[in-house]
């Protein structure tokens, strides 16, 4: 990606849609193009070519969106929850009436295939926005304790970092939530994907809401992200991103003793017991580790199996990692797209060839670029197997399709191994009854944990233990994450 003054022109600027052609940010309800009028490119990983442009904004948009935000925050506070929720209804349909152009745009901008762009990505940010505004019925917004009145309301300013990966989606986790606790945002997406934002941008001022109460301020992490994290006028600041920079965000953040949400990475199992349906649980795990290419924080990228199954457990993982469809992501029978960017490949490349020489074992997929696709930033799904326990491979986040399989003795060993790691985003047990299965989720230190396949639920909390962040999003627990509390004695 570079940056490029407004109105040069790029590679393939015959390309460019309408909608994808942008150059300003939204701050106080009205599209602002940034001083030097520069914008950056958007490129399609598919095709390494440039298919859009987004501001690319500075300081100063930082600081006036804040203002617009904090200016718009008492009225849009005041506003009974009912009353933000009904407005909110109009966002959500000025998104659904979008439902193609946010699919088209995430094939796009992320390289998903079409069905994981469909239900990953889009479908599954419009079930996170819903369920915020079902929960916001449900949620116990005041009430009396002994002589106190207790009431809960916006926290402020929120400012919203987000990352690459499900741009759609990990927004409509943060806006969503914060805007129907009364708070207003200013946004910051990833630089490599802002395309869905603007149109999130878009649909906020088809819907109406009251200017400032959403502000878009795309930009560099290391100039918006760090503005808006410094910023003293910014009450909370929501991150979701890497471990690395969530900590930055966060000793920034300290400065002005703000509220800090932190989303981070993860290393997750899935642990197979003995007796488990071993043919169902491996090939599940290797989907839920190769989903979006890899490139999901809650991707099983360890499989742990008992060591009786191990032979067996390789046959399934690289019959099934063979069997992926890899390449173009419009074409509906591809099943696993490029990594988003040519620095993700080099990473991603990096940690296979490091896993190697440290001595695993190739199962299927490495380093080498895939046949018949000399174009666009595609890996093999790669399995590895016999790392040592303390490996790179084992314990660090990959964040792309590679999975590594370990064996264990006793429950116990599993367990440990489990927890080993600085990570507790997610996780996965599969055994041959549900209690039994249940108990050992228990006793995993992580956010979020699937029983025998347990599926996604869009209104449950999910965040991450240790390294893997704090706090909450969807659900209740994603409203409340924006809400202060405050005791009126009476
Ligand atoms: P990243 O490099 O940490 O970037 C995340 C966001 O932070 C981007 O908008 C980035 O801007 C911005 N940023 C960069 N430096 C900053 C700074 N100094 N101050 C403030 N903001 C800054 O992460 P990523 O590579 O985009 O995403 C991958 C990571 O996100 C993985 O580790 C993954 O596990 C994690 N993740 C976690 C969750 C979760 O819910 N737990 C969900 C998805 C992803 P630029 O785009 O300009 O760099």
Same mark, same amino acid.
């Given at each position: 990606?570079?940056?490029?003054?407004?109105?040069?022109?790029?590679?393939?600027?015959?390309?460019?849609?309408?909608?994808?052609?942008?150059?300003?940010?939204?701050?106080?309800?009205?599209?602002?193009?940034?001083?030097?009028?520069?914008?950056?490119?958007?490129?399609?990983?598919?095709?390494?070519?440039?298919?859009?442009?987004?501001?690319?904004?500075?300081?100063?948009?930082?600081?006036?969106?804040?203002?617009?935000?904090?200016?718009?925050?008492?009225?849009?506070?005041?506003?009974?929850?009912?009353?933000?929720?009904?407005?909110?209804?109009?966002?959500?349909?000025?998104?659904?009436?979008?439902?193609?152009?946010?699919?088209?745009?995430?094939?796009?901008?992320?390289?998903?295939?079409?069905?994981?762009?469909?239900?990953?990505?889009?479908?599954?940010?419009?079930?996170?926005?819903?369920?915020?505004?079902?929960?916001?019925?449900?949620?116990?917004?005041?009430?009396?304790?002994?002589?106190?009145?207790?009431?809960?309301?916006?926290?402020?300013?929120?400012?919203?970092?987000?990352?690459?990966?499900?741009?759609?989606?990990?927004?409509?986790?943060?806006?969503?939530?914060?805007?129907?606790?009364?708070?207003?945002?200013?946004?910051?997406?990833?630089?490599?994907?802002?395309?869905?934002?603007?149109?999130?941008?878009?649909?906020?001022?088809?819907?109406?809401?009251?200017?400032?109460?959403?502000?878009?301020?795309?930009?560099?992490?290391?100039?918006?992200?760090?503005?808006?994290?410094?910023?003293?006028?910014?009450?909370?600041?929501?991150?979701?991103?890497?471990?690395?920079?969530?900590?930055?965000?966060?000793?920034?953040?300290?400065?002005?003793?703000?509220?800090?949400?932190?989303?981070?990475?993860?290393?997750?199992?899935?642990?197979?017991?003995?007796?488990?349906?071993?043919?169902?649980?491996?090939?599940?795990?290797?989907?839920?580790?190769?989903?979006?290419?890899?490139?999901?924080?809650?991707?099983?990228?360890?499989?742990? !199996?008992?060591?009786? =199954?191990?032979?067996? *457990? /390789? &046959?399934? #993982? %690289?019959?099934?990692?063979? +069997?992926?469809?890899?390449?173009?992501?419009?074409?509906?029978?591809?099943?696993?797209?490029?990594?988003?960017?040519?620095?993700?490949?080099?990473?991603?490349?990096?940690?296979?060839?490091?896993?190697?020489?440290?001595?695993?074992?190739?199962?299927?997929?490495?380093?080498?670029?895939?046949?018949?696709?000399?174009?666009?930033?595609?890996?093999?799904?790669?399995?590895?197997?016999?790392?040592?326990?303390?490996?790179?491979?084992?314990?660090?986040?990959?964040?792309?399709?590679?999975?590594?399989?370990?064996?264990?003795?006793?429950?116990?060993?599993?367990?440990?191994?489990?927890?080993?790691?600085?990570?507790?985003?997610?996780?996965? !047990?599969?055994?041959? =009854?549900?209690?039994? *299965? /249940? &108990?050992? #989720? %228990?006793?995993?230190?992580? +956010?979020?944990?699937?029983?025998?396949?347990?599926?996604?639920?869009?209104?449950?909390?999910?965040?991450?233990?240790?390294?893997?962040?704090?706090?909450?999003?969807?659900?209740?627990?994603?409203?409340?994450?924006?809400?202060?509390?405050?005791?009126?004695?009476?």
């Amino acid at each position: 990606m570079s940056t490029v003054v407004a109105g040069a022109s790029s590679r393939d600027a015959g390309a460019v849609r309408p909608e994808w052609d942008r150059d300003a940010a939204l701050v106080g309800g009205q599209w602002v193009r940034p001083g030097g009028r520069t914008v950056t490119e958007v490129e399609n990983p598919a095709t390494e070519t440039v298919i859009g442009h987004a501001a690319d904004c500075g300081v100063a948009e930082a600081d006036a969106a804040i203002h617009a935000a904090g200016a718009a925050f008492p009225g849009w506070s005041a506003l009974a929850p009912t009353a933000r929720v009904a407005i909110l209804e109009g966002l959500a349909s000025a998104l659904e009436s979008r439902y193609d152009l946010l699919v088209q745009t995430t094939i796009a901008e992320v390289g998903a295939p079409l069905s994981v762009a469909r239900e990953a990505h889009v479908d599954t940010g419009l079930a996170v926005l819903r369920g915020y505004l079902d929960a916001a019925r449900e949620l116990a917004w005041e009430e009396h304790v002994g002589n106190s009145l207790v009431v809960r309301e916006g926290i402020g300013v929120a400012a919203c970092i987000t990352p690459w990966n499900y741009p759609f989606y990990q927004v409509l986790a943060k806006v969503g939530g914060a805007l129907v606790a009364g708070a207003t945002v200013v946004l910051k997406p990833a630089e490599l994907t802002p395309l869905s934002a603007y149109l999130l941008a878009d649909a906020v001022v088809e819907a109406g809401l009251p200017p400032g109460v959403f502000n878009l301020v795309p930009g560099r992490g290391r100039v918006v992200g760090e503005a808006l994290a410094a910023h003293p006028l910014v009450d909370m600041v929501s991150f979701t991103g890497s471990t690395r920079v969530g900590s930055r965000v966060s000793a920034v953040a300290s400065e002005t003793v703000k509220r800090v949400g932190l989303e981070l990475g993860g290393k997750s199992a899935s642990v197979v017991l003995e007796g488990a349906d071993l043919d169902s649980a491996v090939r599940a795990t290797v989907d839920a580790c190769m989903l979006n290419s890899g490139q999901t924080c809650t991707a099983w990228s360890r499989l742990l !199996v008992h060591r009786s =199954d191990l032979d067996r *457990a /390789v &046959a399934i #993982a %690289r019959e099934r990692a063979q +069997g992926l469809a890899l390449g173009d992501p419009t074409r509906p029978e591809t099943e696993i797209g490029p990594v988003a960017s040519a620095a993700q490949r080099h990473t991603v490349i990096g940690f296979i060839e490091r896993a190697l020489a440290a001595g695993a074992t190739l199962v299927t997929g490495g380093a080498d670029r895939p046949a018949g696709l000399p174009v666009g930033h595609y890996v093999r799904p790669t399995v590895l197997a016999g790392a040592a326990p303390d490996a790179e491979i084992v314990r660090e986040e990959v964040f792309g399709p590679v999975l590594v399989l370990e064996a264990y003795d006793t429950d116990d060993e599993a367990l440990a191994m489990a927890n080993g790691t600085h990570y507790g985003l997610a996780g996965a !047990v599969w055994g041959p =009854d549900r209690a039994g *299965a /249940v &108990a050992f #989720a %228990r006793r995993m230190r992580t +956010g979020q944990v699937d029983v025998n396949g347990g599926a996604f639920n869009p209104v449950a909390p999910f965040g991450g233990y240790r390294r893997s962040g704090n706090g909450r999003e969807l659900g209740r627990w994603g409203i409340e994450e924006f809400l202060e509390t405050k005791a009126i004695q009476l």
